[in-house]
């Protein structure tokens, strides 16, 4: 397991990243599979659209279906019926999501399951283990998360126990000859912080580093900013991993600042709530106007429902509360964002991601 850069264009990257499942082409779109499933997409549809990695989500899964039923069903990768790699967040964000239903403590986090109020406890170690059990390729660290805006001794604690967590999860990693153990940089909008998280979580020389605690509630600029500085203050020779990205704007942007990976639960959700990515921007296809409206969702897209369906159809679907209307316009949120970083990658490897980049982002004014 390992990763190659094989083509730089500016500070964008195009690179191989090398899985116990298979080998991943960056920059890559990766689908969000919370609960083991990719919302209204089955796995054949995930192979179809050519998603290479899909994530799910270590808080989830631990609470629904539970450790034991996905051992027996071995591992996370048969009980989804998914043969290629798998990224499992840490569920550091979504238990520090919990607010009021969770106590920190230097040693870990006890929260209470949203599902039936019942009581947990998630430490830097359990959250290896249970990853590992899962057999997936890429685990995430613990990391203690914060909500923007925050005050700077509240990133400055933040940052701290997320270094002392990460050092704790290195030495419960167990199973490195198949699950890689990425390290989540926190640090909020401050230079300053980012460094020393940055600082501390590289000395521990791990496979992948991701950005987290973006893409939060600040700003797009800002977010940028940040993205921007963070990647180029990792190494170059690890893939870099940003967290909770996933429009146009923001993959093109990510992969123009030297991001590898991201993920977003965002083409799903739009496609579930009929709103419908385009390379002319978004279009809500309850709109009036698309009643009647004949012609492919998105004339630039040659996806199964670009080719078959008409904007009047999936119009229809919509308005009828039928079950085909979100997951077609899932596949082709899905389908798109794939294609669009595919498409950024050979740019990258042919010199041509600066025209390519910016004719994208022209056709979304
Ligand atoms: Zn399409």
Same mark, same amino acid.
Request: aromatic share 8%.
């Given at each position: 397991?390992?990763?190659?850069?094989?083509?730089?264009?500016?500070?964008?990257?195009?690179?191989?990243?090398?899985?116990?499942?298979?080998?991943? #082409?960056?920059?890559?779109?990766?689908?969000?599979?919370?609960?083991?499933?990719?919302?209204?997409?089955?796995?054949?549809?995930?192979?179809?659209?050519? =998603?290479?990695?899909?994530? =799910?989500?270590?808080? @989830?899964?631990?609470?629904?279906?539970?450790?034991?039923?996905?051992?027996?069903?071995?591992?996370?990768?048969?009980?989804?019926?998914?043969?290629?790699?798998?990224?499992?967040?840490?569920?550091?964000?979504?238990?520090?999501?919990?607010?009021?239903?969770?106590?920190?403590?230097?040693?870990?986090?006890?929260?209470?399951?949203?599902?039936?109020?019942?009581?947990?406890?998630?430490? %830097?170690?359990?959250?290896?283990?249970?990853?590992?059990?899962?057999?997936?390729?890429?685990?995430?660290?613990?990391?203690?998360?914060?909500?923007?805006?925050?005050?700077?001794?509240?990133?400055?604690?933040?940052?701290?126990?997320?270094?002392?967590w990460a050092r704790r999860c290195v030495e419960a990693w167990t199973a490195r000859d198949r699950t890689l153990l990425f390290a989540i940089a926190q640090g909020g909008l401050e230079e300053r912080l980012?460094?020393?998280?940055? #600082?501390?979580?590289?000395?521990?020389?791990?496979?992948?580093?991701?950005?987290?605690?973006?893409?939060?509630?600040?700003?797009?600029?800002?977010?940028?900013?940040?993205?921007?500085?963070?990647?180029? =203050?990792?190494?170059?020779?690890?893939?870099?991993?940003?967290?909770?990205?996933?429009?146009?704007?923001?993959?093109?942007?990510?992969?123009?600042?030297?991001i590898d990976m991201f993920d977003c639960v965002y083409p799903t959700r739009c496609g579930r709530n009929g709103r419908a990515m385009t390379r002319t921007g978004e279009l809500h296809i309850k709109n009036?106007?698309?009643?009647?409206?004949?012609? %492919?969702?998105?004339?630039?897209?040659?996806?199964?429902?670009?080719?078959?369906?008409?904007?009047?159809?999936?119009? @229809?679907?919509?308005?009828?509360?039928?079950?085909?209307?979100?997951?077609?316009?899932?596949? @082709?949120?899905?389908?798109?964002?794939?294609?669009?970083?595919?498409? =950024?990658?050979?740019?990258?490897?042919?010199?041509?991601?600066?025209?390519?980049?910016?004719?994208?982002?022209?056709?979304? #004014?």
């Open positions: 397991m390992s990763f190659t850069l094989v083509a730089t264009d500016g500070a964008a990257r195009a690179g191989t990243l090398r899985l116990a499942h298979g080998t991943v #082409e960056t920059p890559v779109f990766m689908p969000v599979g919370t609960a083991a499933t990719v919302k209204a997409i089955s796995s054949n549809d995930l192979t179809e659209i050519g =998603a290479q990695i899909v994530l =799910a989500n270590t808080y @989830h899964l631990w609470l629904r279906p539970g450790l034991e039923t996905l051992v027996a069903a071995g591992g996370l990768h048969r009980f989804m019926a998914w043969n290629a790699p798998i990224l499992t967040d840490s569920g550091g964000f979504q238990v520090f999501s919990l607010e009021s239903r969770r106590q920190l403590d230097e040693d870990g986090v006890t929260f209470r399951s949203h599902l039936d109020g019942s009581e947990h406890r998630f430490t %830097p170690e359990n959250v290896v283990h249970f990853q590992e059990a899962l057999g997936v390729d890429i685990a995430m660290m613990l990391d203690v998360c914060v909500k923007l805006p925050a005050t700077t001794d509240e990133l400055e604690k933040a940052v701290d126990a997320t270094s002392a980012r460094a020393r998280s940055i #600082e501390d979580l590289v000395q521990l020389d791990l496979p992948g580093y991701a950005i987290g605690g973006l893409s939060v509630g600040e700003s797009r600029e800002e977010m940028e900013r940040m993205t921007r500085w963070c990647a180029a =203050a990792l190494p170059t020779n690890k893939p870099r991993y940003l967290m909770g990205v996933g429009t146009v704007r923001d993959v093109l942007a990510a992969i123009d600042g030297g009036a106007a698309f009643t009647r409206d004949f012609s %492919p969702l998105d004339p630039h897209c040659d996806c199964r429902v670009c080719t078959t369906y008409t904007r009047a159809y999936l119009a @229809h679907l919509f308005r009828a509360n039928e079950m085909l209307g979100p997951q077609l316009l899932s596949y @082709h949120n899905l389908y798109l964002l794939v294609r669009l970083v595919r498409e =950024a990658r050979e740019s990258i490897a042919m010199g041509t991601w600066r025209a390519v980049r910016e004719t994208s982002l022209a056709r979304l #004014e």
